[in-house]
């Protein structure tokens, strides 16, 4: 079974510290994501990287940046967290096999709260 | 661009009874894949099925069935007999060229089952 396991279930930071979520993947896949879940909007794709040390912006990458140094982890960076970054972070990978239309499998998230 | 619609913000069933979550997708695309994840109170997305475009055959896993009409952009899921584990939230989601081969997530059905 694909395993994707994020660093914390649970975090509280406050305004302006910098914050780092880590997540790691046990099945040799190209592709890995960070998605960010709020009521009622769903999943929002913040960043995705296709290969190590590439990193793509998704659709909400204003305040976020992204680190890739081993094909294995994935890490999502606040820079200088504010309130409104408050939310479930969820990491996901995915093959990139014969297509690009392979089901992603997701890690059980992070719920950082920033006061 | 494409869309996901789910327009039922939470459905709540009593136990045995049967649920249908709606999905309504909008693409350019003649080729693409819809999704289906379900999210228990655990946090962890995980995966159900993949359809795509090409296939319009219903399908079915155990108390799970799913009814794909490309005449109307659906690709409803209905459980059967639902029972409490079933609780969770559930996503309907599309990856499309158009969109970039990213995945596009409908805001979540809540279904609550009630005993």
Redesign the interface.
């Known amino acids: 079974d694909v395993k994707v396991t994020q660093s914390s279930?649970y975090l509280v930071k406050r305004t302006g510290e910098k914050v780092f979520l880590e997540c790691v993947q046990d099945m040799d896949h190209e592709n890995m994501?960070w998605y960010r879940q709020d009521p009622?909007?769903?999943?929002?794709?913040i960043y995705?990287s296709y290969d190590v040390k590439m990193k793509e912006k998704?659709?909400i990458p204003e305040g976020y940046s992204v680190s890739r140094e081993k094909k294995e982890r994935f890490s999502l960076i606040l820079e200088s967290a504010s309130t409104n970054q408050t939310s479930?972070y969820?990491c996901?990978s995915s093959l990139i096999g014969t297509g690009?239309?392979n089901?992603?499998?997701?890690?059980?998230?992070t719920?950082l709260t920033v006061l | 661009a494409q869309k996901?619609t789910?327009a039922q913000?939470e459905i709540s069933v009593v136990e045995k009874e049967d649920v249908t979550l709606d999905c309504v997708y909008e693409t350019r695309d003649t080729t693409?894949?819809l999704?289906w994840?379900k999210q228990p109170p655990?946090?962890?997305?995980?995966?159900l099925i993949?359809r795509?475009s090409f296939d319009e055959q219903n399908e079915i896993s155990g108390r799970y069935s799913w009814n794909f009409q490309k005449s109307t952009s659906s690709f409803n899921f209905t459980i059967t007999a639902s029972q409490v584990v079933d609780s969770a939230v559930y996503?309907c989601a599309l990856?499309a060229?158009g969109g970039d081969?990213?995945?596009s997530?409908?805001?979540?059905t809540t279904v609550t089952v009630r005993a």
């Open positions: 279930r994501f009622g909007l769903g999943l929002r794709l995705f998704g659709d479930m969820l996901a690009l239309y089901e992603q499998f997701f890690g059980p998230g719920r | 996901v789910q913000t693409y894949y999704f994840y655990s946090g962890e997305l995980v995966f993949r795509n996503f990856i060229p081969y990213k995945l997530f409908g805001a979540g």
